[in-house]
């Protein structure tokens, strides 16, 4: 599950209006249903429906119908545009990118930041982070998480350092690197049992909007 602690920055209105334009503003050239942009950026499908009616009065996010179905997507002409995109990835990006990066890893139970990052996400004081601590918990093959890692940091123009302990190391005390990961602030990205909870709360939520004459 996602951090309920507060952004890098004070300067959106809400955490989940962040998530939401950082799936946007990552993807410019997606456009979403509300039920596939609510899954995809964790974000509760009322909320979501709350917050892109007010981001489509901004002009930032730009919507379209298709049949019964309204697409959001970024508005890549906004004036904003360029500048928003690189606050989102250097504030909230990282969380998504190592997410999609490290998705398709067999054999990981769970994906962690911590370190800087996440200490700054987490609302703590200090210089800006100049690389993303990542702790993979499962039995992926070294190579395909180093693989994931460089495909991180190429997108977020930052240096993606990767750790790897299994199920039964991240149960146990003892190991330096994951006593300090329980200490510290840090932020759960990919957690497989939650992922799939997730999935089946918007779905169970995309059945009752059409009888609240949400679309």
Known sequence: MRSQSPSLMPIFRSQHQAELLTQLYLHPDAQYALTELAQAARVPLSTAHREMARLADTGLVVTRSAGRTRL???????????????????TFGPAQ?????????????????FGSWAARYAGQDGPPPADIDVLVIGTPHRAAVYAAADRAA???????NPALRTPDQWQATGDALVDQVHRSAHLTVIERAALADAAAMVEASAQLLPTLGIF
Do not use: K
């Open 72 to 90: 959001y997507q970024a508005d890549a002409g906004h004036p904003a545009a360029r500048a928003l995109t690189e606050l989102l990835t250097f």
């Open 97 to 113: 990118v190592i997410a999609e990066e490290f998705a398709e890893l067999p054999d990981v139970e769970s994906v962690l930041l």
């Open 154 to 160: 190429a997108r977020l123009q930052l240096p993606v």
